[in-house]
């Protein structure tokens, strides 16, 4: 598998928007779920949202919801976290992850194929 490729992480002030894209390969992508995890310093990496390979089913964590939205364009084979209202404690490195079947899920260990990870850092 080749790994997925995430972009438009970035140091911002608290309130401000980003949005992150994850661009994968395959010509099966649009069959797979994807996820997008983060992880703190000293903190364990978690959930914050996933879509299923349609886009018609997303999900997300209660940290997020209402502020973050998981979209995705088969087409291009990638997927977007647009992230609005940031607040500090959404610094992190956002990670892109790719299921092998079609259902989100909010648990990493099902996700198989991951990303290196972007760096997004939200001052106060």
């Known amino acids: 598998q080749v790994q997925p490729v995430e972009s438009g992480g970035g140091l911002v002030q608290a309130g401000a928007s980003l949005r992150l894209s994850c661009a994968a390969s395959?010509?099966?992508?649009?069959?797979?779920?994807m996820g997008w995890f983060r992880q703190a310093p000293g903190k364990e990496r978690e959930f914050v949202a996933a879509?299923?390979?349609?886009?018609?089913?997303?999900v997300y964590a209660n940290s997020v919801k209402g502020r973050f939205t998981i979209s995705r364009t088969n087409a291009k084979n990638t997927v977007y976290l647009h992230m609005n209202s940031l607040k500090p404690e959404d610094t992190a490195v956002y990670y892109c992850?790719?299921?092998?079947?079609?259902?989100?899920?909010?648990?990493?260990?099902?996700?198989?194929?991951w990303g290196q990870g972007t760096q997004v850092t939200v001052s106060s």
């Open positions: 879509i299923n390979w349609s886009g018609s089913s997303t």
């Open positions: 395959g010509r099966t992508f649009g069959s797979y779920a």
């Open positions: 992850a790719q299921r092998a079947v079609s259902i989100p899920s909010r648990m990493s260990n099902d996700y198989t194929n």
